[in-house]
Structure formats: structure tokens, C-alpha cells
């Protein structure tokens, strides 16, 4: 079973280099929850304009509707700059900042973990700060740790 498993997410993470790899002049194709592609020509708003986000999204396990979801906050919530720091005025002895392009608060206690809550792991690796946001947001179904996402400001990078 675990070998099927991995089969099943070595594909879909090679369809979704294939997918988010076409040109954007020329048809664009959209994945389906299934992982495929569609041969249906999609508006512009479904381009993915960072394909390494996208990439790491999926890789991560959001679906396709969980990373469009996810890919618009992190637009909303550093303007998809891997190097952001926020929330340096709310910082406490537990707390640090939020940091990577997915703002994910860091726990002071944490550094050098290698938990998500470790700001060294996080600003070292994009794949890493995709995975600790999937695990955040309980595997795509809460995004109300995000900001962006409760004031609706990721609603303009959809």
C-alpha cells in the first residue's frame, strides 16, 4: 500500500511540473482533483505565475482548489517574497516573527528544531515552509490562521 501511495504522489508531483511548466502563451491547462489535466483552456486568473509556489503547494498535499486557495494568501500575505518578516511589533519571549512568504509565526523556543515552528528550518527551504503551512491550516481545510485570508485580501490574487 505505501508503495502505491508513493507511486501515486511521485505522478502527481511530475504532472504538476508538466502543468505548471507550459507556456503561458500557448494552451494553458488546468489540473483536476485527480491530479490530470484538463484539455480545457483556462482564464488567465488560474495561471500559476510562480511555479516553484505552485510546485511546492502540491507537493505539500493541497489539492488543486487547496493551493489556488493557499497560493492567493501567500500573495495577500508577503506578495510571494520567500524572504518577508512580519509581525515583529507582536513578537513576545515565546513568540518570534512570522516569516517566509507564507508568514508562519515562529516559536522562539523552536529554532533549530526542525519543527514548523523553527525560523531557521522555515527561511531555509520553500518546500519545508509549503509543508508546515499544509500541516497549519489542517491539511487545506482551515485557513483562518492567515490574515490575508479572514480580512479577504488574498481575494485579489485568485
Known amino acids: 500500500m505505501k508503495k502505491i501511495s508513493l507511486i501515486i504522489m511521485l505522478m502527481a508531483a511530475c504532472l504538476s511540473y508538466v502543468a505548471f511548466n507550459l507556456n503561458p502563451r500557448e494552451n494553458i491547462y488546468a489540473y483536476n482533483d485527480v491530479g490530470t489535466t484538463n484539455p480545457t483552456v483556462v482564464p488567465p486568473q488560474y495561471v500559476c505565475e510562480h511555479q516553484n509556489i505552485c510546485d511546492s503547494l502540491l507537493k505539500a498535499g493541497f489539492n ?3 493551493a489556488k486557495i493557499m497560493y ?11 524572504e518577508a518578516v512580519g509581525d515583529t511589533t507582536i513578537q513576545t519571549s515565546k513568540w518570534g516573527p512570522s516569516v517566509t512568504m507564507f508568514q508562519i509565526r515562529t516559536l522562539k523556543a523552536e529554532k533549530d528544531s526542525g519543527s514548523c515552528r523553527d525560523i531557521v ?3 531555509a527551504s520553500l518546500d519545508f515552509s509549503a509543508q508546515c503551512a499544509y500541516l497549519i491550516s489542517g491539511q487545506g ?14 481575494l485579489r490574487y485568485l
Open 64 to 66: 488543486v482548489e487547496q
Open 72 to 82: 492567493a494568501i501567500v500573495g495577500g500575505e508577503s506578495n510571494y517574497r520567500q
Open 121 to 123: 528550518a522555515l527561511q
Open 141 to 154: 481545510t482551515n485557513f483562518n490562521p492567515w490574515t490575508a485570508y479572514l480580512n479577504g485580501s488574498y
